[in-house]
């Protein structure tokens, strides 16, 4: 199979960025696919991915296998391709290496590549997926994705759609991002939960949320009075109040009983 004539895990990313146009033009040979032996981000990531998976494994305990495994095939009647970073020996799971800047974080890292790992677990039928990712030059992060079919089905609607445009030669316009919820799948062996209609939690949250902002108040009159103090006075006060400085020189507001 050419590259241009197949779906793959970053192409999946795309399609759900809405990047439908870009994608199009080359899957349909209007334009050649991006060099990427300019692109340094591109090449971090390749050239700290073996790195990435020794650390992995220093750190998890798990012996990474069957690395740069590719699949092929085909999902309804989209043509696929793809290659895994490795398999976990002795699991269901897989791996993917990523390599990022420091200003990222997990959640961005599972907002934007969630289309890809779950193609990547659908197409070598594993249960789940560990996304390893360095940031920057100081900090790792792993985490457990598992596989959720449900999504997984929900994005390859998205992705057959477009794939109809490359196969009628017609243009795609007016395509924006596609939004999937991702609060369903199973990071850590951990779920989110909707509470939204459990009334003593919301009742909770309520009382929590309405603290917090009196709280801000109090913070910012507490301020406000200690501005009002200037440096020659030891001690200012009113019926309801003192503000009044220590031996240190801070200033401790107390109440006035009467």
């Known amino acids: 199979?050419?590259?241009?004539?197949?779906?793959?895990?970053?192409?999946?990313?795309?399609?759900?960025?809405?990047?439908?146009?870009?994608?199009?033009?080359?899957?349909?040979?209007?334009?050649?696919?991006?060099?990427?032996?300019?692109?340094?981000?591109?090449?971090?990531?390749?050239?700290?991915?073996d790195f990435n998976l020794k650390w992995f494994t220093a750190n998890e305990g798990k012996q990474v296998v069957a690395q740069q495994r590719e699949f092929t095939g085909t999902v309804g009647t989209v043509p696929v391709k793809g290659t895994i970073d490795g398999a976990i020996k002795d699991e269901r799971n897989i791996i993917e290496a990523k390599h990022t800047n420091r200003f990222y974080n997990m959640d961005k890292m599972l907002d934007r590549y969630m289309p890809q790992l779950q193609f990547y677990c659908h197409m070598a039928?594993?249960?789940?997926?560990?996304?390893?990712?360095?940031?920057?030059?100081?900090?790792?992060?792993?985490?457990?994705?598992?596989?959720?079919?449900?999504?997984?089905?929900?994005?390859?609607?998205?992705?057959?759609?477009?794939?109809?445009?490359?196969?009628?030669d017609e243009q795609p316009v007016g395509i924006e991002e596609t939004k999937l919820s991702r609060l369903s799948i199973t990071l850590d062996d951990m779920e989110t939960r909707d509470a939204s209609f459990d009334n003593e939690f919301v009742d909770a949250a309520v009382t929590y949320i309405h603290g917090y902002e009196q709280n801000k108040v109090f913070k910012n009159a507490e301020k406000n009075l200690k501005q009002m103090v200037s440096d020659n006075e030891r001690e200012v006060y009113c019926d309801q109040l003192t503000v009044k400085r220590d031996k240190r020189g801070h200033l401790r507001i107390t109440r006035r009983t009467k």
């Not at 960025?17 to 696919?33: A, I, N, S």
Request: aromatic share 16%.
């Open 125 to 168: 039928k594993a249960e789940g997926v560990y996304l390893s990712v360095i940031f920057g030059n100081s900090d790792w992060e792993c985490i457990h994705v598992k596989y959720n079919e449900e999504y997984f089905n929900s994005m390859w609607a998205v992705v057959s759609d477009f794939w109809g445009y490359v196969m009628r």
């Open 1 to 49: 199979m050419e590259r241009k004539g197949f779906i793959g895990g970053s192409d999946c990313t795309k399609i759900m960025e809405g990047y439908w146009l870009e994608l199009w033009k080359v899957k349909t040979g209007r334009e050649e696919p991006e060099n990427l032996m300019f692109n340094l981000p591109v090449q971090l990531g390749r050239h700290t991915e």
